[in-house]
């Protein structure tokens, strides 16, 4: 007998207690959950798999897709479309929204996903992820349009990520606190083995690509610089930094130990808001790590309250242990 929690026990004694997951959202969180698996395995193949390099083809961002990238996106939408959940879905790696097929019953859901995050990561071996966002199909009875997706980040039903490092890991929220499952490979399944996660208040660790230095707005440059002076200057403490350049891994740091996480809007590009997609990278992430009780903004407003305007809209991302965002966010005001 083991006392194990497995990720099909907790939603079914989560559905049972309190309804906070209704059958079609079990379902549906299962499903992303064993997709996972099956692209875990394929990243721990890497080259034997033959999944590693360029596809060489470009998604609606004008980035290079990577192999993995596309198998990513096909693993999650054929693990997705018959189940009966889902009344559509759409892809960092998806120009449109993908609608189920006629052949296929119509669910409740809509699922965003970003189904290979940190892709410059794939083929040096360093850990990505999957992100994903669960939105509940506005209700009458009509087709599914691209603006049946812009609901702001407070609309979520659901968010999670998976993890392909050392361990593969899903983390998730159904609003109710953030409960970690670790892959056990043996079985074949994911189990419980941290809930209720809790990331600090404070911390001594930021991630932010340093290389933009140049190009940071003011009150970016002015926190980092605090930070960089260390014991000697007005924060009175050392800090440290990391930047794994997947921003999966980077959250999963911060959800395991704190730290604060940053890609802010710079000046390369004036006329974009940020590199991230607002909704299937931030809203989940900022979801996930106010739950835990941090906090994530755009500099100026609370990332969840954002209204979308465009299913691949970008956005500036602080996130992580609350203090740290309150004094960037506070930077930002006080910048005007
Ligand atoms: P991707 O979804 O195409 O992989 O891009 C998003 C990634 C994030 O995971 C990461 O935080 C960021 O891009 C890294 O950007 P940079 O290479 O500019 O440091
Ligand atoms: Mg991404």
């Known amino acids: 007998m083991s006392n194990r929690i497995s990720l099909t026990r907790y939603l079914v004694e989560k559905q049972r207690l309190d309804d906070h997951i209704p059958g079609q959202l079990r379902l549906l969180l299962e499903v992303v959950a064993r997709a996972c698996k099956t692209i875990s395995h394929a990243v721990n193949k890497g080259a034997l798999g033959g999944v590693l390099g360029s596809a060489g083809s470009e998604n609606v961002q ?48 809509l699922l965003l996903i970003d189904p290979l995050d940190g892709s410059s990561n794939i083929d040096v071996n360093v850990s990505i992820g999957t992100i994903f966002s669960v939105l509940r199909m506005p209700e009458g009875d009509r087709g599914v349009e691209e603006n049946d997706f812009l609901q702001p980040g407070k609309c979520q039903v659901a968010a999670g990520y998976c993890v392909y490092g050392p361990q593969t890991t899903l ?24 809930d209720a996660v809790q990331i600090p208040a404070d911390t001594r660790e930021f991630a932010i690509n340093m290389s933009n230095m140049r190009h940071w707005d003011a009150p970016v440059k002015r926190y980092i610089d605090e930070c960089l002076a260390g014991k000697d200057g007005p924060r009175a403490k050392d800090f440290n930094m990391r930047w794994v350049a997947s921003m999966v891994a980077d959250v999963h740091r911060i959800m395991t130990r704190g730290g604060i996480f940053m890609y802010p809007w710079d000046k390369r590009e004036p006329n974009k808001p940020g590199k991230l997609r607002l909704m299937y990278e931030a809203n989940p992430m900022a979801w996930l790590i106010e739950q835990a009780g941090g906090a994530a903004t755009n500099g100026r407003e609370r990332i969840m309250d954002v209204q979308p305007t465009q299913l691949h809209e970008r956005v500036s991302v602080i996130l992580g242990s609350r203090n740290e965002v309150d004094r960037v966010t506070q930077y930002h005001l006080e910048a005007g």
Do not use: C
């Open 62 to 109: 004008g980035e290079v897709q990577k192999k993995l990238d596309i198998i990513a996106n096909e693993v999650l939408i054929e693990a997705n479309e018959w189940g009966g959940h889902l009344a559509a879905m759409a892809s960092e790696e998806m120009n449109n929204i993908y609608l189920i097929p006629n052949r296929y019953p119509r669910g409740e859901y």
């Open 171 to 194: 983390v998730l929220t159904v609003g109710d606190g953030v409960a970690m499952f670790t892959l056990d490979r043996e079985m074949g399944s994911f189990v419980l083995t941290q």
